[in-house]
């Protein structure tokens, strides 16, 4: 039997609440300005950065991710955000 495995190479996910304004948030900047609330990036099915304007719900997935034993878990902060775009492209 064949087993499959699917991995995410790539991804650029970002969510909205529903009838707000949809933009494609390319930086920083506009992400802090627009509607969009959560912004997940990853790349190679490793390097993971979520963006959260909730607190609350940062700081659970934080926690859920330090207790599944992720390693290297941070907050990104603007000292140590090497990101120049919101995109992994």
């Known amino acids: 039997m064949w087993q499959h495995f699917i991995y995410v190479i790539f991804a650029d996910l970002k969510a909205y609440p529903k009838d707000k304004k949809v933009i494609d ?3 920083y900047e506009e992400y802090l300005t627009s509607d ?3 912004v ?3 790349v190679d099915c490793t390097y993971i950065t979520i963006y959260c304007k909730d607190q ?3 700081a ?3 926690h859920n991710a330090l207790s ?3 390693s290297d878990v941070e907050y ?3 000292d140590n ?3 120049t775009r919101l995109s992994v492209w």
């Open 68 to 70: 599944l034993g992720f």
């Open 76 to 78: 990104t902060t603007d």
């Open 36 to 38: 969009c609330q959560f």
């Open 25 to 27: 948030v390319r930086t």
């Open 81 to 83: 955000d090497y990101r």
């Open 60 to 62: 659970d997935l934080y």
């Open 40 to 42: 997940l990036l990853v």
């Open 56 to 58: 609350e719900k940062l």
